[in-house]
């Protein structure tokens, strides 16, 4: 009996819901912590940022008009799809990171776990921080949040799988659509992750997943007149100084790169980091002729 060929997995970019190769035609080669070669990811270009933004601000009124709860749904169904393949991202993530397989496994159960976590917010942050406001005069004066719109975001560099979640998942469980450079040295879990996320309820163009020089790609995405906000935490400080400014022709909200440990349980900074603050006043009117209100 002849030894059969392992079948290689060809790795694609993930954008409007669809797996194109980069439009450039260009691939780089990514290793392991050995220097042992793993596969060839897409070499995104300018055309494919300005690509997924188009799908992120196509999908972005359905997506942010969805019900809190159907999107913590939605969300939930990610954890479902990822607990099912956790030993595929397992060997990724030790590959990835140079990690032993138990490490791994921790790495990748944790987050699982914060997929729920978010999926759990996503019909509660609203009540956090909206609510009703004290006001001198006959009026209701209620806020609420809103999302900001189209996120570009850059994953750590070093946490290829458990950092991306921790940023990514903030942004679409508030309602916003996300364009994601994935860590440019450890792309195969973020470009694995699209492949749960097209099969998990997930509308596409809600996450589109771009792999490449993080610098590259990530310069239009912070000029684009059409991204609303920016979080720059897998861009090194150079880096995400020239991006700030090119963020700030737009007015672009900029999320600064800061340490953080990315293995302890986030607070809601990175999801108000991305929404808006509505305040409606509308008059109670009076009751009778003492003029008492309701």
Not at 252 to 272: C, F, H, N, S, W
């Amino acid at each position: 009996m002849s030894d059969r060929l392992t079948v290689l997995k060809t790795y694609k970019l993930y954008v409007g819901g669809k797996f194109p190769r980069s439009e450039s035609g260009r691939v780089y080669e990514v290793t392991d912590s050995k220097g042992k070669w793993l596969a060839n990811a897409p070499l995104s270009s300018r055309k494919d940022a300005r690509d997924a933004v188009v799908a992120a601000r196509k999908a972005f009124g359905g997506w942010s008009g969805a019900t809190a709860y159907n999107r913590g749904q939605v969300l939930y169904r990610v954890a479902e799809m990822l607990e099912g393949r956790r030993d595929q991202f397992t060997r990724e993530v030790a590959d990835a990171e140079g990690l032993s397989k138990s490490k791994a496994a921790a790495v990748v159960d944790a987050t699982i776990d914060r997929w729920v976590w978010y999926a759990g917010w996503t019909d509660k942050i609203a009540q956090v921080v909206g609510g009703g406001n004290p006001v001198a005069g006959p009026f209701f004066n209620l806020s609420s949040p809103e999302p900001t719109g189209v996120v570009a975001v850059l994953a750590p560099q070093e946490s290829s799988f458990l950092g991306l979640v921790s940023v990514l998942a903030p942004v679409i469980a508030t309602g916003n659509t996300a364009v994601v450079v994935a860590s440019e040295k450890g792309p195969l879990p973020a470009l694995s992750l699209a492949e749960v996320l097209a099969t998990s309820d997930v509308p596409g163009g809600v996450v589109n997943v771009l792999s490449g020089r993080s610098a590259e790609i990530a310069t239009p995405l912070a000029a684009h007149q059409d991204v609303n906000a920016i979080d720059l935490a897998g861009a090194d400080e150079a880096l995400a100084k020239e991006l700030e400014i090119a963020a700030a022709d737009n007015l672009k909200r900029v999320l600064r790169p800061q340490p953080v440990d990315y293995a302890e349980t986030p607070g809601i900074d990175r999801m108000t980091a991305f929404l808006e603050t509505k305040t409606v006043w509308h008059p109670t009117g009076s009751l009778g002729a003492s003029g008492s209100s309701y």
